[in-house]
């Protein structure tokens, strides 16, 4: 997935500066305009392993400031058939869920061409589920579910370039830089029996530093 998001914002950054080559400039009174976002974001940096589709509002406040906000949402289930009749499928759902808020700095207002510098916030909650392959009448003490979510916060910094189709609409690119602080829960469930107890709740905490994940988004202004 990282060779992927790479591969996107490559392809995105030579489009834009080709077309920026030719393009007319277009009127950059930006001041006041609405627009509506749609974003695709990679987050296998941060060990998620899922892409999240977002949708989102963004604001200019002035020519060269804008603020934005993107709810982004993703989900992914597999399944893998057992091979052996006395045994159970194993299944794994996994899906995510974020909310960024922050604000744009660009620094160039008289072309189709716009470089910019991103500062915001962000949050994120995935929950993984993994339902194990084991006999069809396991024996007590078995482990059949585990069940993994983990809460992270942080503040986030990125460089991208927006490229103005028209005055309504633009296409950006941009990869981020971060820190984050993950809190993970993860719970197991076991078949019951005689002298069988549940396993106790597992709880971590962790700190992410670095690159995170890359963006295309894709805005209609009105």
């Known amino acids: 997935m990282k060779k992927l ?19 007319k400039e277009p009127s ?29 509002i963004k ?8 603020l934005k906000s ?10 893998d058939f057992s091979i052996y009749p006395n045994y159970t499928d194993q299944k794994k ?14 620094f160039s207002q008289e072309s189709k061409f716009s470089p910019y510098f991103y500062t915001g916030l962000n949050y994120t909650n ?28 942080g503040l986030d910094e990125a460089i991208g370039l ?3 189709f028209s005055k309504h609409l ?21 078949v019951p029996g005689p002298n069988v107890t549940q396993p106790p709740v597992l709880k971590r905490s962790s700190t992410t530093f670095g690159a995170k994940t890359s963006s295309l988004i894709l805005t209609v202004y009105f």
């Open 5 to 23: 998001s790479f591969f996107c914002m490559t392809v995105t950054m030579i489009f834009v500066l080709l077309s920026s080559c030719l393009a």
């Open 28 to 56: 950059m009174d930006n001041k006041g305009k609405w627009g509506i976002s749609l974003s695709a974001s990679g987050l296998s940096n941060l060990g998620i392993g899922l892409y999240q589709g977002g949708i989102g």
């Open 59 to 66: 604001h200019w406040c002035s020519n060269s400031f804008a």
């Open 70 to 79: 993107i709810l982004g949402v993703s989900g992914k289930r597999t399944t």
């Open 93 to 106: 759902n996994t899906g995510s869920f974020g909310l960024y808020l922050g604000a744009e700095f660009h």
């Open 126 to 153: 995935t929950a993984s589920t993994d339902y194990k392959s084991i006999p069809i009448n396991p024996p007590p003490g078995t482990q059949i579910k585990s069940h993994v979510s983990t809460n992270s916060f």
């Open 162 to 164: 927006e490229y103005l």
């Open 170 to 190: 633009s296409l950006a690119g941009e990869y981020q830089f971060g820190l984050s602080f993950q809190r993970e829960k993860g719970k197991s469930t076991v």
